[in-house]
C-alpha cells in the first residue's frame, strides 16, 4: 500500500517510543510516558481491532493472592518473592484506580472469597493454621488488618452446595473490565498517544540509534525505542523470553433472578474464579484439565473445560438454579517457569513488559510505570 505524506508525517514519522500491545501494560506505559514527557511521539501498535490478548477479556478480579494461592506459592518462593509480588498486585490496583478512577472502571469493594469443599479439608486446616501468619505480612505491605477472615456464616447467603467453608479477603473487589479498558483508551488518547489498529509487527530490529519494525501491508517503521507489551504473544518476536502463552476459558450466564452472590470467588486453589457481574455470573478457568492444550496462542474453546464449568456451576456455585449460558470465550495470557514479571532491557532501544500471569490487572499498571520509567532513564 502507498501510504500518503499526510499518513506518513502525522501517524508514522518520528516516532521516539513504539509500543507494540494495546494491552493494560502497553497502555499504562504509553500513560506515564506521555504525561511525564508531553512531546514525546508515542506510538502503540495493536494487531487487533480491539486489544486482543488478555486485557479485554478477564475476570476483571482487583485481587492480591488467595490463602491457598499464597500459601502454594511460598513452597516454592521464598518469603521475599511472594510478598514482593503481593505488594506489586497492591500497588497496582491502587495506581490504576488512582489515574482512572473508581467509577470510571467499576470497582466495587466487594470481598474476595476463597471457596472450600468436603475434599479440601486439608488444604483449608493448612490455610487456617496459617491465617495470622499471612495477616501479618499483609499488614505490614498495605497497611490492612486481618484481611483473611474465616466467613463460614455467609455459605448459606450464597446459595453454594457442597461448600464447607469461606475464607473473606475484605480488601478485595471487582473492576468492571470493559470499563477500564475503556476509560484507559480514552485517557491515553486524550494525553495525544497514537494508537493504530490493524498493525501486526512481524519483525523488530535494533541498531545503535533506533529500531525498525516490519509490519503487515508492508509497513515499515521506526522509532527511537520500543517497548514490546506482548505478554502471552511475546515469543513471537523474542523468542530468548521465557514467556509460554496459557489460554484461559471463560463462560457468562444469563442474568439469574434473585441472585444471591457477590464479589470475585476462587476454587480450587484459583484454578476456577467466579464472580457476579450484576445478576449474571461470569465463571472461568479449567486450565490444569489440560495444560498442554491450554499452552496456545490460538483463542478458543475445549468441551472439555467448558463441561467442567457447567459441572461446577451446577453442583457448587448455584446447585438447583436453572441457568442458560449466554457467551462464551477465551483470552490468552502470558506465564512463565517463575511467577514474575519480566521487564527488561532485551537489546539496545529495545525493552519488554511481559509476563503477567493472571494477575495483569493489579500488576499491568505498576508494570506500565516502571517499563516507562526504564525508558525514560535513557531517552
Ligand atoms: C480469562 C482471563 C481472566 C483473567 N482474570 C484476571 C483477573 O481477574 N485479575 C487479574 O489481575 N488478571 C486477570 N487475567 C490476567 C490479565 O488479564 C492479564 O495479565 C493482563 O490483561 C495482561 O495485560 P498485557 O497488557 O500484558 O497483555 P494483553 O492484554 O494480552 O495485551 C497484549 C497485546 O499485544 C498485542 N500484540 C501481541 N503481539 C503483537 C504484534 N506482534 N503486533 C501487534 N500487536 C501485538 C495483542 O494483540 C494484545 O492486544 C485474566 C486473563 C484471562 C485471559
Redesign the pocket.
Known amino acids: 500500500m502507498n501510504f500518503s505524506f499526510w499518513e506518513n508525517e502525522t501517524f508514522f514519522n518520528n516516532i521516539d517510543v513504539c509500543i507494540?500491545?494495546?494491552?493494560?501494560?502497553?497502555l499504562s506505559a504509553a500513560y506515564y510516558l506521555k504525561n511525564n514527557n508531553p512531546k514525546l511521539k508515542v506510538v502503540i501498535?495493536?494487531?487487533?481491532m480491539l486489544?486482543?490478548?488478555?486485557?479485554?477479556?478477564?475476570?476483571?478480579?482487583?485481587?492480591f493472592g488467595s490463602p491457598s494461592e499464597l500459601l502454594d506459592d511460598l513452597k516454592i518462593n521464598s518469603e521475599e518473592k511472594v510478598f514482593s509480588l503481593l505488594s506489586k498486585r497492591f500497588q497496582g490496583l491502587k495506581l490504576l484506580r488512582e489515574n482512572i478512577g473508581d467509577s470510571n472502571i467499576g470497582f466495587i469493594q466487594t470481598g474476595g472469597f476463597e471457596i472450600f469443599g468436603k475434599e479440601d479439608d486439608v488444604l483449608y486446616e493448612e490455610c487456617v493454621e496459617k491465617l495470622d501468619y499471612l495477616n501479618e505480612q499483609i499488614f505490614k505491605i498495605t497497611g490492612i488488618k486481618n484481611c483473611f477472615r474465616n466467613a463460614d456464616e455467609k455459605i448459606d447467603s450464597f446459595g453454594f452446595g457442597n461448600v464447607e467453608h469461606i475464607i473473606e479477603s475484605i480488601a478485595e473487589g471487582q473492576v468492571n473490565t470493559g470499563e477500564m479498558m475503556a476509560a484507559l483508551l480514552r485517557k491515553v488518547q486524550s494525553l495525544g498517544v497514537i494508537i493504530l489498529n490493524g498493525?501486526?509487527?512481524?519483525d523488530i530490529k535494533a541498531t545503535t540509534s533506533e529500531v525498525v519494525l516490519s509490519c503487515n501491508n508492508n509497513l515499515e517503521l521506526k522509532s527511537k525505542k520500543l517497548l514490546a507489551?506482548?505478554?502471552?504473544?511475546a515469543k513471537?518476536?523474542m523468542p530468548e523470553l521465557d514467556v509460554k502463552p496459557a489460554r484461559?476459558?471463560?463462560l457468562i450466564t444469563e442474568p439469574i433472578i434473585d441472585l444471591k452472590l457477590k464479589g470475585?470467588f476462587h476454587y480450587d486453589k484459583g484454578y476456577y474464579?467466579f464472580r457476579n457481574v450484576g445478576n449474571r455470573i461470569l465463571f472461568?478457568g479449567g486450565r490444569n484439565l489440560d495444560f498442554n492444550k491450554e499452552e496456545t496462542t490460538a483463542f478458543g474453546l475445549t468441551e472439555k473445560v467448558q463441561q467442567r464449568l457447567e459441572e461446577i456451576l451446577r453442583t457448587i456455585i448455584i446447585p438447583g438454579t436453572p441457568f442458560k449460558i449466554e457467551q462464551r470465550w477465551?483470552?490468552?495470557?502470558?506465564v512463565g517457569a517463575e511467577k514474575s514479571t519480566i521487564l527488561k532491557q532485551v537489546s539496545s532501544n529495545i525493552y519488554c513488559?511481559?509476563r503477567?500471569?493472571?494477575?495483569?490487572?493489579?500488576?499491568?499498571t505498576l508494570?506500565g510505570k516502571k517499563a516507562s520509567e526504564m525508558i525514560v532513564m535513557k531517552t
Open positions: 507494540i500491545g494495546s494491552g493494560i501494560v502497553g501498535l495493536e494487531r487487533g486489544p486482543s490478548g488478555a486485557s479485554t477479556k478477564n475476570a476483571g478480579f482487583a485481587c498493525i501486526d509487527v512481524r507489551a506482548t505478554n502471552g504473544f513471537q518476536l484461559a476459558q471463560v470475585v474464579y472461568g477465551s483470552g490468552i495470557m502470558g513488559a511481559v503477567m500471569g493472571g494477575m495483569g490487572v493489579a500488576l499491568g508494570s
